[in-house]
């Protein structure tokens, strides 16, 4: 990250949750890590967790299930966080 100060901007949300979202390979986990970091809250990443919980790849998923059924997987499992307090959430890039 070129300007590590612009982490500053991120202690307002210090006790709220943060969703990351944008294009595949755009750098939310990334992100998401070094904002976790900072701000001392917990990571998730929805595409590891969808593969952590069914045990297949994101790719396996698509191939058996089709793009309908990966996302209502998807939709699943971002709703299983919901709920959850202090958090950092980098969503699918889809």
């Known amino acids: 990250m070129k300007n590590p100060n612009i982490l500053k901007n991120f202690q307002k949300y210090k006790n709220k949750n943060i969703a990351l979202i944008g294009h595949m390979g755009s750098g939310k986990t990334s992100v998401g ?20 919980y069914t045990k297949k790849t994101i790719n ?17 499992t971002i709703l299983n966080f919901i ?8 969503l699918g890039g889809g």
């Open 60 to 76: 396996q998923i698509f191939d058996s299930e089709g793009e309908s059924g990966f996302r209502i997987i998807e939709e699943k």
């Open 33 to 52: 890590k070094l904002i976790a970091k900072k701000l001392k809250l917990k990571h998730f990443d929805s595409d590891q967790l969808i593969e952590k």
């Open 83 to 90: 709920n959850k307090k202090n958090i950092v959430l980098s």
